[in-house]
């Protein structure tokens, strides 16, 4: 079966960095469309970063310049890189991927994705 499992969440004070990982099992395809999402208690999940089978990649405004998707194809593992962290940046952040054909990859939301993981809690204080 296809796993999605993330780790790298921690508290941290705002201004520093952290990365996520995730690392994916049992993937039957021979690409896919990844990203990052967020939830914070109340508030209905985001989509923070993602990227397409080619490498292109495609950030929320509320990110863009500060956090960065990347992946190690061979290692099976995605990562998101967060720099210059803020208090708003406080949420369960999930992995998700979708197989191919992913035409509207970097813009869908999250029904557009059909595996998850169990998130990672992100917690930035002042």
């Known amino acids: 079966q296809v796993h999605l499992v993330e780790s790298g969440g921690d508290s941290v004070q705002a201004g520093g960095s952290l990365r996520l990982s995730c690392v994916v099992s049992?993937?039957?395809?021979?690409?896919?469309?990844m990203g990052w999402f967020r939830q914070a208690p109340g508030k209905e999940r985001e989509g923070v970063a993602h990227i397409d089978p080619d490498g292109n990649t495609a950030y929320a405004d509320s990110v863009k310049g500060r956090f960065t998707i990347s992946r190690d194809n061979a290692a099976n593992i995605l990562y998101l890189h967060m720099n210059e962290l803020k208090r708003e940046d406080t949420a369960m952040y999930y992995c998700?991927?979708?197989?191919?054909?992913?035409?509207?990859?970097?813009?869908?939301?999250?029904?557009?994705?059909?595996?998850w993981g169990q998130g990672t809690q992100v917690t930035v204080s002042a």
């Open positions: 049992g993937w039957p395809y021979r690409s896919a469309c």
């Open positions: 998700a991927a979708d197989p191919p054909p992913a035409p509207y990859c970097l813009t869908s939301g999250t029904s557009y994705f059909e595996f």
